[in-house]
């Protein structure tokens, strides 16, 4: 099937972790440090908050207020009613290298992945932890041995999915009414753990690469494929159910949002490299009218 995409906003440095919340899309800029909302269409632009220290993951607490990683800093930001960013946590002591993609529960639990190791440094392939940071700024490791734990939703069935981009796998966990995580197991495994540590020798073994991703009503996964510029609909035990290519960009997250549900965003770019990004206004944001609307959370 061929489906036809559209630029709904360009020029920008690097968007990452769209969201679709209260008739928007949120994402954010690494590299310009905004967090921005717009109209499905891509016009009435806004900046929501300036991040200094490079925005990532996004959610919402039960009482409607921002929440937002900081990543050269290891802290989540959360914005007060009257727009002041505050220090919400400090993961500083949990991480090793960037703190990255969250998913904010029905209870105003963030659960957030890092990076594990300095990415953009070029060092050696490290696995990490996954963080829950509770209400009231309390940070919880509550699970281990995750290959960057990157894009993460929640299940209406209450199953918290985590992409592992350096992983080739998607691992699930049963979330606990207390936030704990139970009944690990791969969702979906796309290759072998990479066997070496060295980035250059890892990327051309990942068969998919998962990224951002978001979640459908029939408890598919869209998630994209960091490596591969594309993004693919994906079921549980692996199973690739439609992928859709872009053949000029990198695609690096998407989330499913509109008005009806059914418009897929996709976060693009040249390429990943910090260096390269920030000098240059290369990323998109385009979209795709799928079939099965969005289900779960974010």
Same mark, same amino acid.
């Given at each position: *099937? !061929?489906?036809?995409?559209?630029?709904?906003?360009?020029?920008? =440095?690097? %968007?990452?972790?769209?969201? &679709?919340?209260?008739?928007?899309?949120?994402?954010?800029?690494?590299?310009?440090?905004?967090?921005?909302?717009? =109209?499905?269409?891509?016009?009435? #632009?806004?900046?929501?908050?300036?991040?200094?220290?490079?925005?990532?993951?996004?959610? &919402?607490?039960?009482?409607?207020?921002?929440?937002?990683?900081? *990543?050269?800093?290891?802290?989540? %930001?959360?914005?007060?009613?009257?727009?002041? #960013?505050?220090?919400?946590?400090?993961?500083?002591?949990?991480?090793?290298?960037?703190?990255?993609?969250?998913?904010?529960?029905?209870?105003?639990?963030?659960?957030?992945?890092?990076?594990?190791?300095?990415? *953009?440094?070029?060092?050696?392939?490290?696995?990490?932890?996954?963080?829950?940071?509770?209400?009231? /700024?309390?940070?919880?490791?509550?699970?281990?041995?995750?290959?960057?734990?990157?894009?993460?939703?929640?299940?209406?069935?209450?199953?918290?999915?985590?992409?592992?981009?350096?992983?080739?796998?998607?691992? +699930?966990?049963?979330?606990?009414?207390?936030?704990? #995580?139970?009944?690990?197991?791969?969702?979906?495994?796309? +290759?072998?753990?990479?066997?070496?540590?060295?980035? +250059?020798?890892?990327?051309?073994?990942?068969?998919?690469?998962?990224?951002?991703?978001?979640?459908?009503?029939?408890?598919?996964?869209? %998630?994209?494929?960091?490596?591969?510029?594309?993004?693919?609909?994906?079921?549980?035990? /692996?199973?690739?159910?439609?992928?859709?290519?872009?053949?000029?960009?990198?695609?690096?997250?998407? *989330?499913?949002?509109?008005?009806?549900?059914?418009?897929?965003? #996709?976060?693009?770019?040249?390429?990943?490299?910090?260096?390269?990004?920030?000098?240059?206004?290369?990323?998109?944001?385009?979209?795709?009218?799928?079939?099965?609307?969005?289900?779960? !959370?974010?």
């Amino acid at each position: *099937m !061929t489906r036809e995409l559209t630029t709904v906003l360009s020029e920008r =440095a690097y %968007l990452e972790c769209p969201r &679709w919340h209260e008739g928007r899309l949120w994402v954010v800029d690494f590299y310009t440090y905004e967090v921005l909302s717009l =109209a499905e269409d891509g016009s009435d #632009l806004r900046v929501e908050a300036s991040v200094p220290q490079q925005p990532s993951g996004l959610g &919402w607490l039960p009482d409607g207020r921002l929440l937002v990683v900081s *990543m050269q800093d290891s802290t989540i %930001l959360r914005r007060e009613e009257d727009g002041r #960013l505050v220090v919400h946590a400090d993961l500083s002591a949990h991480v090793a290298g960037h703190p990255n993609d969250m998913v904010v529960d029905d209870q105003g639990r963030a659960f957030v992945g890092n990076f594990g190791f300095d990415l *953009m440094g070029g060092a050696d392939l490290a696995s990490t932890v996954l963080l829950r940071v509770d209400p009231d /700024g309390t940070v919880t490791e509550v699970a281990d041995d995750l290959w960057f734990p990157n894009g993460s939703v929640i299940t209406p069935e209450g199953v918290l999915l985590v992409d592992e981009t350096f992983g080739n796998r998607v691992t +699930a966990f049963d979330l606990e009414a207390d936030g704990s #995580l139970s009944n690990r197991r791969a969702w979906a495994t796309f +290759a072998q753990l990479p066997t070496s540590v060295a980035l +250059a020798e890892v990327i051309p073994t990942l068969v998919v690469a998962p990224d951002g991703c978001g979640l459908d009503a029939e408890g598919c996964l869209w %998630l994209a494929d960091a490596t591969n510029a594309r993004v693919l609909r994906v079921r549980e035990g /692996g199973e690739i159910a439609e992928e859709i290519a872009v053949p000029d960009l990198g695609v690096f997250a998407c *989330m499913l949002g509109g008005s009806d549900g059914r418009t897929l965003f #996709l976060c693009c770019a040249p390429d990943f490299d910090e260096n390269a990004r920030k000098t240059a206004r290369e990323a998109e944001l385009r979209s795709v009218r799928v079939d099965v609307p969005h289900a779960g !959370t974010p």
